[in-house]
């Protein structure tokens, strides 16, 4: 004879669908809001949200300093900033930096690492919406956003401009 190990009990069944809830609940219970958002977007296993985490790439620069004094500085000027290591997309493969004034240093909303593509954007959000700043000069393969020496454009009237005097430096390492 075979036994079954499923119960036909309704009241089993709403304990279990109470149980997946809850646990649920408290899985996302210390996250914010925005942290939220991103792990609906990217899967629990591919966003971390500890600033102590060591990825596979950029993982020595823990400050990021954003300067200009040319068109992004005129038309961007709160993505201006100084950004701290917040956390890693990609289970653990890219860093992602954060400002004082809840803007970041990301990979956009296409980026690939499957594909080797990155494309580094200062936005107010992880992923890349809404980004005021961005590199598309230098996406093929693993570039740091601080590696990046050149190319760096703002938005300005939904158009895109080149900034020679715009920098992304790593301002503190690990060792520092």
């Not at 890693?88 to 594909?115: A, G, R």
């Not at 938005?155 to 005097?165: L, S």
Request: one cysteine or more; charged letters at 20%; hydrophobic letters at 35%.
């Amino acid at each position: 004879a075979v036994v079954s190990t499923q119960s036909k009990d309704p009241d089993c069944l709403d304990m279990k669908f109470f149980l997946v809830a809850l646990l649920a609940a408290v899985a996302t219970a210390d996250l914010e809001k925005h942290q939220e958002e991103l792990v609906a977007k990217f899967g629990a296993k591919n966003v971390n949200f500890d600033k102590n985490v060591r990825t596979q790439f950029c993982d020595q620069c823990t400050e990021i300093t954003v300067t200009s004094t040319g068109g992004a500085m005129e038309h961007q000027p709160q993505r201006i900033a100084t950004y701290v290591k917040e956390g890693s997309l990609w289970e653990n493969m890219m860093p992602f930096w954060k400002s004082d004034n809840n803007q970041y240093i990301t990979p956009d909303p296409m980026s690939n690492p499957i594909m080797y593509y990155i494309k580094w954007v200062v936005s107010e959000s992880v992923g890349g919406f809404n980004a005021g700043l961005m590199n598309d000069a230098y996406t093929d393969g693993y570039n740091c956003p601080y590696e990046i020496p050149d190319q760096w454009e703002y938005e300005f009237q939904r158009q895109w401009f080149v900034d020679p005097t715009l920098k992304v430096v790593c301002t503190k390492t690990r060792e520092q």
